[in-house]
């Protein structure tokens, strides 16, 4: 029996002995396989480090390459604009015709409802504009509403708080020349109320350089060849205009016609009124002109009271329909003297119209001329247009006329 009982637990203690042997072995090989599992999420872990660490630069060097390439974007963009204001400048210095390549080269880049370039009045220290954009649409001082322009606007661009202005859906960018002459600014309004981002700021302050000097120039040039009072172009700038299209239209075969206006009885007038009187009725008159006329149209004061348009692609009947209608709004429109009274004027007019015959300028000017006379021999506040048939050997020259 109790070798039965010795030889039961010998074998009961070797068969424990195989289980813990083979647990033991069995761990073991879970616990390599856990400390290999540790050991490669620690790898793992390091390589996510490393991949976040490579991620990171490589978010920089993409921001770094990122602002390279917008600051070359934006080179572009102002050596872009700069060489569109350079061949406005050059192909003409006439101030409207750089005003226009200056709203086209900024509304291009600058998405904008309205866009105005304002001037800075030389005898006042005021803001004016000048010229607007809305849409596609241009239009000329005259015209422009310029009720929204912020009071002190020009006292915050002198002390120079900001190269831009920014207010709500506005932004103003100051037009000024060796940091000291301001001569005046671009606005641009949108639909809505967003904001105007850093790269249009930048632009605007970078290009705003060029175009400054593109209008100190026109500007210059405008101040040469513009009459002092009605602030049209004046006598020496219509012979220079006239050529040029008289040039223009003999060699390409277009249509070009002359429009001379002369006020009714404006020596009376003086006489009954004052001089000053006179020169406000002549400052109005200029006004009205500009706006009646079209954005191809010319208008110069000729002498005195007298007043001569350059009417390019214009038919003697389209030119006669134009005067007419420009006739028609001076004489029922209100003047006003110092003392407020209101006062009306008429004028006569005359047109001539280039035809083969016609060999030089001079000729233009003197059937505009003969045509002018005879609306006033005819009574005046007249319009007449110049006819080859009509014998002209009896009429007198206006130059002896004393109107």
Known sequence: MSIFLYTFFFLLFLFLGAVSLFLSLSLGREEKKARNLLSENLRQKERLKELISEK??????????????LKRQHGIEELSASREIGI??????????????????????VQTKETTIYLVREESEELYPKIQKIGSKIILEESIDSSVLEPGLLGMVRNRKENIILNSSYCFAPLIVEEKKILGLIKFRREDTRPFGEEERWFLENVSKQISFALRNALLYEKSVTDGLTKLYNHNHFEDSLQNQFFVSRRYKRKLSLLLLDIDHFKRFNDEYGHQTGDLVL?????????TIRDADRAYRYGGEEMVIIL??????????????????IETHQFANFKGEPLYLTVSLGISSLTEDITKKEDLVWRADQALYQAKREGRNKTVLYRNHE??????SKLCYSG
């Open 56 to 69: 990171k630069n490589l978010e920089e060097d993409y921001n770094d390459l990122y602002q390279r390439d």
């Open 88 to 109: 406005a400048v050059s192909s003409s210095i006439e101030l409207r015709e750089v005003l226009k390549v200056i709203l086209k080269v900024v509304t291009d880049s």
């Open 283 to 291: 400052i109005k008159l200029s006004q009205l002109i500009k706006k």
């Open 312 to 329: 390019p692609d214009t038919a003697q009947e389209e030119a006669s329909i134009l005067g007419e209608r420009l006739r028609r709004i």
């Open 391 to 396: 014998d002209t050997n009896n009429v007198q």
